[in-house]
């Protein structure tokens, strides 16, 4: 990293994180990323902060956000509800975030979000835990049922629903990894849902897919050894099969997690600055 881009790193991440312990007395955040081209990220690999460029945005909206509880069945649950400072447009998005948790790299998704003018909800879904192991988030992420995790998402699209400045019937779902097949899988069974943008996942299994009521927009990357082309050329048969509004776009050249600002290794920035303006699109045409 250039020197110049290294102290301007140094210096966002000092007025931020002072903000941040402002916000833990005040319980609201305000994030002001107006100038700013990368975006405060907890690194995977050894738990530090890397400000990665993302998308430069000189004109971004201001982000309201702070952690919240909603019920799942009585049991209090969190999510991160991020919203715009301008009230947004009614349109409104739950952020699933990945094996690793709910952790910083979601929340700032969600701000992102909301700096797009949309109120953004990402719910906890492991109760608290965040790791950056692998093997940890691998059993966390066995450990978690595809019932008890869509049963958390169901009980966060009624807290989104009831936020202010969110249309009920304008309520998109985004994931990655993990996230993603909690996404998809959503958006099959939860019609309230009415457009899904889900990276990289697993594919639900044909009785669901058939049940599916609201557009795809299936983010993939071509090097990915887990959600494999074929799997992807898969759903594209599986949507139109059974007549669904669906598209499978596969990044050439990336790899598993190429949208992850927080890993080095496998973020690719023209893949993830190309799949956010196509997502972003997508929900502002079907939201």
Known sequence: MPDGTRRSAAAFRSAHYGLVGLVARRRTCQVGLSTWVGHPVESQSNGGFNAVPFLED?????????????????????????SPETGGTGQAVVVVHEWWGLNEHTRDIARRWADAGFVALAPDLYRGVVTTDPAEASKLMHGL????????????????????????????????????????????????????????????????????????????????????????????????RHGKSGEVKIYEGADHAFFNDTRPAVYNAEAATDAWQRVTDFFRTAL
């Open 58 to 82: 000189t004109n971004r909206i201001m982000a309201l956000a702070d952690t919240i509880t909603f019920e799942v069945h009585g049991t209090p649950t969190a999510g991160y509800l991020a």
């Open 145 to 240: 049922s595809a019932e008890d995790g869509v049963e958390t998402l169901d009980a966060a699209v009624l807290r989104l629903a009831e936020a202010p400045g969110v249309d009920p019937d304008r309520i998109g779902v985004t994931g990655y990894c993990m996230g993603g097949s909690f996404a998809l899988l959503l958006a099959c069974r939860n019609r309230t849902i009415k457009a899904a943008a889900p990276f990289y996942c697993d594919i639900p299994d044909d009785p669901d897919i058939a049940m599916l009521t609201a557009p795809v927009l299936f983010i993939g990357a071509s090097l990915d050894g887990w959600i494999t082309v074929e799997k992807m050329n898969g759903l594209r048969e599986a949507l139109a």
